[in-house]
């Protein structure tokens, strides 16, 4: 495969290293769910690269074809239910996590960890 073939991987890399730099450095709460998102996209993003089959058909037979006289190449569908449960999984984290920062806001008056972190020392 040469570079450009690997178009793909290059993308989720970067998006990876971004979201994981992201959650990890910034001290906004909110920001910090940006890059969790980012990462999961990135993870989105690897397995749908990763079941892309050349030649490959979706796995439906025809009504009177059979297997054994029509071979063909299936992808495999197991990758995109991951994915939609996946993205499922995702929403509810950050509709959960935005839920938690509005809570933090509420009860500390910001949402910048080294504040809220200072604040629980003092108190």
Same mark, same amino acid.
């Given at each position: 495969?040469? #570079?450009? *073939? @690997? ?6 890399? $970067? =998006? !990876?290293? +971004?979201?994981?730099?992201? &959650? ?8 910090? #769910?940006? *890059? @969790? ?6 993870? $989105? =993003? !690897?397995? +749908?690269?990763?079941?892309? &089959? ?70």
């Amino acid at each position: 495969m040469d #570079l450009l *073939g @690997l178009y793909n991987y290059w993308v989720f890399a $970067f =998006l !990876l290293l +971004i979201g994981l730099y992201a &959650v990890i450095t910034k001290p906004n709460y909110t920001k910090k #769910l940006i *890059g @969790l998102n980012i990462f999961q996209a990135a993870i $989105f =993003l !690897l397995y +749908i690269s990763m079941d892309k &089959v050349e030649g490959g058909t979706a796995p439906i037979i025809s009504h009177g074809a059979q297997a054994a006289h029509d071979p063909q190449i299936y992808s495999n569908p197991l990758p995109q239910v991951l994915i939609l449960t996946a993205i499922v999984v995702g929403i509810s984290t950050t509709s959960l996590g935005l839920a938690l920062v509005v809570r933090i806001r509420e009860a500390y008056g910001t949402i910048e960890e080294d504040k809220v972190s200072d604040m629980d020392r003092t108190h």
